[in-house]
């Protein structure tokens, strides 16, 4: 018969790979471990009762060796990797591997894996590429394909697509490693982020002699950075080199190129697109129709969009949130939201709860055609529905309130909106100031400013701008300027609609060369001040006003050259002052062909033919310079050419 001292080393030997349970209840009931405390053993279930951590306490697992003979085997190191891996225990997950290098244990691959998944769940990138390269010095463990693409996924999934391009030339080709095709879905994956298409698609065509043939999450995944770097064409062609080399296309992989298509307005392709779907046996799903809808709602098609949302429900795709958002937005973006309105009654009918963002698109939308009684009743409606108005929903209400001409009730219901716990916004302080100032009653808009500041909530740029421009517009230019010199006081760096502002504010009170001073300064400062054609306008006009168009011209040469086109509202000024101002009084035409054939020499197609069009308007008709500049701007050489001959031979035949 076997003495105790054996059967208890066997015992306790059996002991670590048992259940958690059972291993709770044998600790306290054994007589040789009995001197640890119950509360030594930690156990923690789930729903279902199952045990999701180690039971074995650090205390306990240090013990056993000091028992006697027994030492603890590797698939005790094993069993604490995968369930430290797996509940994200970063720091027990170190100590064991630490104990492991220590005792000079052999750590497998699957292991490191393990810990390679914990890391990227743990978002500590660093640290699985850092254990990569202590895998063979320190583990004597020799990383395959395997190990290498976990942890290169977890560069990506980190979004450290440099660092992650960077590992991967450190690796292949020194580490013996061959690249599979996980590697190069990843690799392309990281290029396509960072706009190196060029590339992705380079290493895209040394796959197959590396005999390594792409699937159809390669393709989608060049597709999709081909799309987003405006080379439609160049993905579609992919689509059918694709079918060619016999890796059939799937939903996600015509939703990518749908999506390129109805983003660049190409609806009649993107309609081709999805026949050839259908052709190839793949149905369309509502990512397919929402992007399709999508796209009509951005060229204005409505109409053929709620056709379109009408035929989904035929073909048995159910319309989701996303459909009926991008509807209703659509419709208000056309002055249309008594549809929205409507669709958004549909849309409840048919069992889909609208969230708070359709309904501040059509509250918004209401205010701005002139619907306010019927934008309350919404509002009205949203609160007996239970729904909680949020933020954004609030600063629409108010922002209406005031574009009507109430900013007494917009006040009010800011002060609802701080009672009930949320904060003001930019947008709901700067839309209450803005009311005020509509309404003639700086005074109060200066009281709301104050308010502001008193309570600390906010000193934002937005609500110094609108402030600025609300002083100017009055007239009161020493005040704005006064507002000015605090906001950079607080160390804020004014934006393009502050620095129009004032610059507008000095031109009203006959004081271009001031503004230009201003306008001076605005040109060395960052992107967020860049002057656009607004800040032009209105020194052009100013300078003009106070004739000085020679001054202007000079400004409108500085605007070629700093990629700034002119718009109508920029020939108009001119035109007027060429007309009022000028001794004869000229009609302008030569200053406009000259002006179309600067930018036509630009390569800045869409400004030369609005100015085009203007003097056709204004019966002004163009040189025959200025219309073949536009024409060879506007259309391809070789279409003109195949024009051309169309009407040689209907002419001559």
């Not at 006009?541 to 050259?561: E, F, H, R």
């Amino acid at each position: 018969m076997p003495s105790t001292d054996f059967v208890s080393q066997k015992f306790s030997f059996r002991l670590i790979s048992l259940p958690c349970k059972f291993v709770h209840y044998s600790l306290r009931s054994s007589c040789w471990i009995s001197d640890f405390p119950a509360q030594n053993v930690s156990e923690s279930e789930d729903e279902n009762g199952s045990c999701v951590e180690s039971a074995i306490n650090k205390d306990i697992f240090n013990a056993p060796p000091k028992m006697g003979s027994y030492q603890l085997g590797d698939s005790t190191f094993y069993m604490l990797i995968e369930t430290y891996a797996k509940s994200g225990k970063i720091s027990s997950l170190d100590g064991v591997l630490s104990r492991m290098k220590r005792e000079c244990r052999v750590i497998r691959e699957g292991d490191f894996i393990l810990m390679f998944k914990a890391y990227r769940k743990a978002r500590l990138p660093e640290k699985a590429m850092d254990l990569f390269m202590r895998m063979v010095e320190e583990f004597d463990c020799k990383p395959t394909v395997r190990s290498f693409n976990s942890v290169l996924n977890v560069m990506i999934q980190a979004g450290l697509f440099e660092k992650g391009l960077n590992f991967y030339d450190s690796v292949i080709g020194r580490e013996n490693i061959i690249p599979n095709i996980l590697t190069f879905n990843l690799v392309i994956k990281a290029l396509c982020k960072l706009g190196k298409v060029d590339k992705a698609v380079e290493l895209f065509r040394e796959m197959p002699p590396q005999q390594c043939d792409p699937d159809v999450f390669t393709y989608h995944t060049l597709m999709d950075g081909l799309c987003k770097n405006d080379r439609i064409d160049e993905a579609v062609l992919l689509l059918d080199e694709m079918q060619i080399d016999g890796c059939s296309p799937t939903q996600m992989t015509f939703n990518v190129l749908i999506s390129g298509l109805c983003k660049k307005g190409n609806m009649a392709r993107a309609a081709k697109l999805v026949e050839n779907m259908l052709l190839k046996g793949c149905m369309p799903n509502e990512v397919t129709y929402n992007t399709l809808i999508h796209g009509l709602c951005l060229g204005g098609k409505l109409d053929k969009a709620l056709s379109l949302l009408n035929h989904m429900v035929s073909n048995k795709c159910l319309p989701n949130e996303v459909t009926y958002g991008t509807l209703v937005n659509g419709l208000v973006k056309q002055g249309r939201a008594v549809d929205g309105t409507a669709l958004l009654l549909s849309m409840e009918e048919r069992g889909f709860k609208a969230n708070v963002y359709v309904y501040s698109s059509l509250l918004s939308g209401l205010f701005k055609e002139g619907r306010p009684e019927e934008a309350m009743r919404l509002w009205k409606d949203v609160i007996g529905k239970g729904l909680s108005p949020n933020v954004v929903l609030y600063s629409v209400l108010v922002d209406g309130l005031c574009r009507v001409g109430r900013p007494n009730d917009a006040k009010e219901v800011l002060l609802e909106m701080v009672h009930k716990g949320l904060t003001p916004n930019a947008f709901t302080y700067s839309s209450l100031i803005k009311g005020y100032f509509r309404t003639g009653n700086s005074q109060e808009a200066l009281r709301a400013w104050k308010e502001i500041e008193g309570s600390n909530s906010i000193h934002n740029v937005v609500c110094y701008s609108v402030l600025i421009n609300g002083l100017c517009e009055e007239g009161k230019l020493k005040d704005a300027m006064a507002v000015w010199s605090q906001m950079l006081g607080r160390g804020l760096e004014p934006d393009t609609i502050a620095y129009s502002s004032l610059i507008h504010g000095f031109c009203k009170a006959g004081l271009p060369e001031q503004g230009l001073k201003v306008f001076n300064e605005m040109l060395f400062q960052g992107v967020e001040s860049r002057p656009d054609v607004v800040t032009y306008n209105i020194l052009f006009n100013g300078l003009c006003n106070n004739d000085k168009i020679y001054m202007a011209i000079d400004l409108l040469n500085g605007m070629l050259d700093h990629d700034c086109d002119p718009d109508v509202h920029t020939c108009d000024i001119f035109l007027r002052a060429l007309r009022d101002k000028m001794n004869p009084p000229e009609d302008g035409k030569a200053f406009l062909d000259v002006l179309v054939l600067r930018l036509c020499k630009k390569q800045r197609a869409l400004a030369a033919s609005n100015i085009l069009q203007l003097m056709l308007q204004k019966f002004l008709p163009p040189e025959a310079s200025a219309w073949k500049g536009v024409l060879e701007l506007c259309c391809k050489r070789r279409k003109i050419i195949l024009t051309l001959d169309k009407c040689r031979s209907k002419l001559f035949c």
